[in-house]
């Protein structure tokens, strides 16, 4: 079995599905299938963090070239916004997420990298200055002037 999920997932996660509902749970592989949920998972995690990197680069470029505000940005700072909502609404669990330090950081870290290749500018924050309940507010941008609740 491992070696059609080795070289065709599809033929093995077909396998498998016909397997479970004809009830033949002893011919299941039971170390794949565990590895593939748990990665559904992961890949739902791996979606928010991006898609939060992207909103936080955002408003990083917002606040720091207000010379360059566009509705462009706007509208991407509003669709990032949508897309996490709706993935939290999806999978509540990934909330958590949001007030895990560690998670903030490392989201933090990838919304520089962003920032910082798009603007050329490396004067951003160590750390977010913002609360997570700001970043995801549709009516919260924020200020050049750095007065940020």
Known sequence: MSSTYENDIVAWANEQ??????????????????????DVGKSEQRELA????ALIAHLLK???????Q??????????????I????KKNPSLNALTHDSEW???????ALLIAINE??????????PWAI?????????????????
């Not at 479970?20 to 590895?35: F, N, P, T, V, W």
């Not at 991006?50 to 990197?53: F, L, N, Q, T, V």
């Not at 566009?70 to 897309?83: F, L, P, V, Y």
């Open 17 to 38: 599905a016909y397997l479970l509902r004809s009830g033949k749970l002893s011919a299941i592989d039971i170390e794949h299938i565990a590895e593939e949920i748990e």
């Open 50 to 53: 991006s898609r939060m990197a």
């Open 62 to 68: 917002w606040q720091y070239q207000p010379e360059r």
């Open 70 to 83: 566009s509705g462009s940005w706007q509208r991407t700072i509003k669709e990032q916004r949508k897309a």
């Open 85 to 88: 909502a709706r993935r939290l």
């Open 104 to 110: 903030i950081e490392d989201t933090w870290g990838d």
């Open 119 to 128: 603007t050329r500018m490396d004067s951003f924050p160590e750390s977010c």
């Open 133 to 149: 309940e700001n970043i995801l507010s549709d009516d919260w941008l924020p200020t050049s002037n750095g007065d940020n609740p």
